[in-house]
């Protein structure tokens, strides 16, 4: 028998930890705010004590709707460390998906700030009888609701009585909805302390770490960029909302080292007329992810920002892989390879393992894989692949293909692939070739029917400011580079491309758009 049985480190130990031995080091910076470990130590105590006190047991959900501030980030953890369940929403969803996600997250209770307080007062009715009294809102006066600083005042900063086991529940996000109803993904303790750990070592975090959040902080993107500083003892800054500017101030003014951000905000930094003005010198590390990043703006961002860049492919469900400055520019199509404890796959149709080269589904394993969708079994089997050694692996949906080295390159979406005449068409193939045209700056390529083919690919651009081309021309142009089976039968020119708040494209919302079109 062991002498010692060592436990497993989870996010409420690092929190409480770095509270005791880190003390007056800044945890936490908010515009004028500055917190330090010691003080967001006892705040986040007090938030999870007073939701205790106000009745919550251990496992119970808590949905915060708020925009980025320091109250949301203690809310957040706070909610964490009184072993509740932290549910924190996307703050651009409709009411009516706040509502449906309050109801299927089972919350009892709810913290929001300013007009999304007002947004959920308006559905109060429909989800009052199962979080009665427990609404908490920060800058805003609503009747029965408590204002955030009376609700945390008087509780306690001793750590919450609570035990917390690994394998418990920590959050619930819910996915930004891009291929259909959103789900709600559940990360257990074990979980997260995978992903602080593994990240924190793959984006290359220190006790020196000064993180920029300018994500909203609901993103797991934002969580990656926490955890890993958290876990590190670093320094979070936390951006209220995100500008090119603004950022680029906050790096100079903070000394910001480390950051994660999705392709479209650095396309913004690049081409913003203020590059050149701010000292960037501190930046060390910092993070891509979210949708694929074309080569020339990876070339661009490597040759422009200072410190390196990290391109990291993943989901929010679990599985990594990390395209390292050292490799960037020998494999700048990849998005890397995964990291150390994980493993992928590349399938046929008929679940058959492809050979090296060969495009199919990705489908992986990682020591820090979701628990599953909330109350979703069908989504859940829908996601699963059985290893024939009995794992349960992950589906992601996304086509890819390996190299011999290793390195994963993406293909296209399952859903996103246009099948016309009975071949299989990857639109990300006919988007990279437009890609190259100095008149697009931002291109979708979409299914629309056919009568002939079934399905055609057709091009929705966003044009550089300033540029003039016609749309036949633009579509003669790519057709002229493109594969005979790859011909875009049509191009649509827009103002901007419909993204979600990480900066994904919504595809699905282009094929509502011009479903009534046929070629």
């Given at each position: 028998m062991a002498w010692f049985t060592p436990d497993p480190l989870i996010l409420p130990h690092t929190i409480s930890q770095n509270a005791r031995f880190l003390g007056s080091k800044q945890a936490v910076v908010c515009d004028d705010l500055s917190v330090s470990w010691s003080e967001f130590g006892d705040g986040t105590s007090q938030i999870g004590n007073a939701l205790v006190d106000s009745g919550l047991e251990k496992g119970d959900r808590?949905?915060?709707?708020?925009?980025n501030s320091y109250e949301m980030a203690e809310a957040m953890f706070g909610v964490i460390r009184a072993g509740l369940v932290a549910v924190p929403l996307n703050v651009s969803i409709s009411d009516d998906a706040v509502a449906g996600m309050i109801g299927n997250a089972g919350a009892r209770a709810v913290f929001a700030s300013g007009e999304h307080a007002h947004r959920v007062e308006s559905i109060r009715s429909a989800i009052s009888e199962q979080v009665g009294d427990r609404f908490i809102s920060v800058d805003a006066d609503i009747d029965g609701w408590t204002a955030y600083a009376d609700f945390k005042s008087t509780a306690s900063t001793a750590e919450p009585d609570v035990s917390i086991s690994a394998s418990d529940e920590c959050n619930i996000i819910y996915s930004s909805g891009t291929t259909g109803l959103p789900k709600g993904i559940v990360h257990s303790h074990a979980c997260r302390e995978g992903w602080a750990t593994d990240m924190a070592v793959a984006l290359r975090y220190h006790s020196g770490a000064?993180?920029?959040?300018?994500?909203?902080?609901?993103?797991?993107?934002?969580?990656?960029?926490?955890?890993?500083?958290?876990?590190?003892?670093?320094?979070?800054i936390i951006d209220r909302k995100f500008s090119p500017e603004g950022f680029m101030a906050m790096v100079e003014r903070e000394r910001v080292t480390h950051t994660a951000m999705v392709p479209l905000q650095y396309q913004m930094i690049l081409e913003s007329p203020d590059f050149g003005r701010y000292d960037l010198n501190s930046l060390e590390a910092y993070m891509c992810c979210g949708s694929p990043l074309a080569a020339s703006v990876k070339?661009?961002?490597?040759?422009?920002?200072?410190?390196?860049?990290?391109?990291?492919?993943g989901l929010t469900e679990g599985l990594v892989t990390i395209l390292s400055p050292e490799d960037m520019l020998d494999k700048i199509d990849s998005v890397g390879r995964p990291c150390p404890g994980q493993d992928l796959v590349i399938l046929d149709n008929d679940d058959n393992v492809l050979p090296l080269g060969e495009a199919g589904e990705i489908v992986g394993h990682c020591r820090f894989m979701m628990a599953g969708y909330h109350d979703n079994d069908k989504e859940n089997e829908a996601?699963?692949?059985?290893?024939?050694?009995?794992?349960?692996?992950?589906?992601?949906?996304?086509?890819?293909?390996?190299?011999?080295?290793?390195f994963l390159y993406l293909v296209d979406r399952k859903k996103d692939m246009i099948i016309s005449g009975g071949q299989n068409i990857y639109p990300a193939d006919i988007e990279a070739v437009l890609f190259e045209h100095e008149a697009v700056h931002e291109v979708a390529v979409i299914g629309v029917d056919s009568k002939k083919w079934g399905e055609t690919p057709m091009a929705v651009i966003a044009l550089m400011p300033g540029a003039e081309i016609d749309a036949e021309a633009m579509t003669g142009w790519a057709n002229e580079r493109l594969g005979k089976q790859q011909r875009i039968a049509a191009t649509v020119f827009v103002d901007e491309l419909p993204r979600n708040p990480n900066g994904k494209i919504l595809k699905r919302e282009l094929r509502k758009d011009y479903a009534h079109l046929s070629f």
């Amino acid at each position: 028998m062991a002498w010692f049985t060592p436990d497993p480190l989870i996010l409420p130990h690092t929190i409480s930890q770095n509270a005791r031995f880190l003390g007056s080091k800044q945890a936490v910076v908010c515009d004028d705010l500055s917190v330090s470990w010691s003080e967001f130590g006892d705040g986040t105590s007090q938030i999870g004590n007073a939701l205790v006190d106000s009745g919550l047991e251990k496992g119970d959900r808590v949905v915060i709707l708020m925009k980025n501030s320091y109250e949301m980030a203690e809310a957040m953890f706070g909610v964490i460390r009184a072993g509740l369940v932290a549910v924190p929403l996307n703050v651009s969803i409709s009411d009516d998906a706040v509502a449906g996600m309050i109801g299927n997250a089972g919350a009892r209770a709810v913290f929001a700030s300013g007009e999304h307080a007002h947004r959920v007062e308006s559905i109060r009715s429909a989800i009052s009888e199962q979080v009665g009294d427990r609404f908490i809102s920060v800058d805003a006066d609503i009747d029965g609701w408590t204002a955030y600083a009376d609700f945390k005042s008087t509780a306690s900063t001793a750590e919450p009585d609570v035990s917390i086991s690994a394998s418990d529940e920590c959050n619930i996000i819910y996915s930004s909805g891009t291929t259909g109803l959103p789900k709600g993904i559940v990360h257990s303790h074990a979980c997260r302390e995978g992903w602080a750990t593994d990240m924190a070592v793959a984006l290359r975090y220190h006790s020196g770490a000064r993180t920029a959040c300018n994500l909203g902080l609901f993103s797991n993107i934002s969580w990656v960029a926490m955890l890993s500083t958290m876990l590190a003892g670093g320094t979070l800054i936390i951006d209220r909302k995100f500008s090119p500017e603004g950022f680029m101030a906050m790096v100079e003014r903070e000394r910001v080292t480390h950051t994660a951000m999705v392709p479209l905000q650095y396309q913004m930094i690049l081409e913003s007329p203020d590059f050149g003005r701010y000292d960037l010198n501190s930046l060390e590390a910092y993070m891509c992810c979210g949708s694929p990043l074309a080569a020339s703006v990876k070339k661009d961002v490597v040759e422009r920002l200072p410190g390196s860049f990290i391109e990291l492919y993943g989901l929010t469900e679990g599985l990594v892989t990390i395209l390292s400055p050292e490799d960037m520019l020998d494999k700048i199509d990849s998005v890397g390879r995964p990291c150390p404890g994980q493993d992928l796959v590349i399938l046929d149709n008929d679940d058959n393992v492809l050979p090296l080269g060969e495009a199919g589904e990705i489908v992986g394993h990682c020591r820090f894989m979701m628990a599953g969708y909330h109350d979703n079994d069908k989504e859940n089997e829908a996601a699963t692949w059985m290893h024939p050694n009995g794992q349960r692996w992950l589906r992601t949906g996304d086509i890819g293909r390996l190299d011999e080295d290793g390195f994963l390159y993406l293909v296209d979406r399952k859903k996103d692939m246009i099948i016309s005449g009975g071949q299989n068409i990857y639109p990300a193939d006919i988007e990279a070739v437009l890609f190259e045209h100095e008149a697009v700056h931002e291109v979708a390529v979409i299914g629309v029917d056919s009568k002939k083919w079934g399905e055609t690919p057709m091009a929705v651009i966003a044009l550089m400011p300033g540029a003039e081309i016609d749309a036949e021309a633009m579509t003669g142009w790519a057709n002229e580079r493109l594969g005979k089976q790859q011909r875009i039968a049509a191009t649509v020119f827009v103002d901007e491309l419909p993204r979600n708040p990480n900066g994904k494209i919504l595809k699905r919302e282009l094929r509502k758009d011009y479903a009534h079109l046929s070629f």
